[in-house]
């Protein structure tokens, strides 16, 4: 199956391709602790894995622009992968399917509990003491999945690490992410050129 928004054919079986992509993208919204990259692991394995809708590379790329991009991770790919499968139709519901749970919940909180409520409930707690170590797995997993998927070497892997390291180290613009953005554009594009020149100049 050829993975882009015109491809996958309106047949029985694909005709409520709009109602999966909610209910994939709520469901990852539902039972998704610790924000955005807990998400990637869940996101990955429902849209690479189970419903083969893209490819892994697809994916990784769709990961790093929406990393890129201002605004929340999870809802900036769910919004990339629906817009790969069905426009801006698709992007609407897939955004709207990860969104919901959180609204619903949130809002549900606010109504019936209180923080005095949640901090001496000694069950509610220990939920949350549980579901922390999770949430880093979670983290943690999409990590080496990414640095699979990219190939680094040791000629590479240094990029990653030094990149980690000065955003921990809280020295003003130094530590920006937004720095490095630019930086890894900036060097991709020149590695592309160098690349390109290298190639001509061979015989």
Known sequence: ???????????????????????????????????????????????VDKHKWIERDDFLDLLAVAQSLPGILAVNISTAVGDKLRGIKGSAIASIGTILPSFLIILAIAIFLTPDVIKGNR??????????PAVVALIVAP??????????????VWIPLIVALMISIDVGFISN????????AAGGWLYLVWSNRRLKSKP
Request: hydrophobic share 50%; glycine share 8%; net charge positive.
């Open 1 to 47: 199956m050829q993975n882009d928004k015109h491809s996958i054919p309106s047949t029985p079986q694909e005709a409520n391709i709009y109602w999966q992509l909610f209910a994939s993208f709520f469901k990852i919204g539902a039972f998704t602790f610790g924000g955005g990259w807990a998400m990637i692991s869940i996101i990955e394995r429902e849209i």
């Open 123 to 132: 069950i509610i707690s220990s939920i949350f003491m549980g579901i922390r």
């Open 143 to 156: 990590v080496i999945t990414s640095a699979k998927a990219a190939k680094l070497t040791l000629k590479t």
């Open 177 to 184: 992410p937004i720095l490095y953005i630019f930086l890894g």
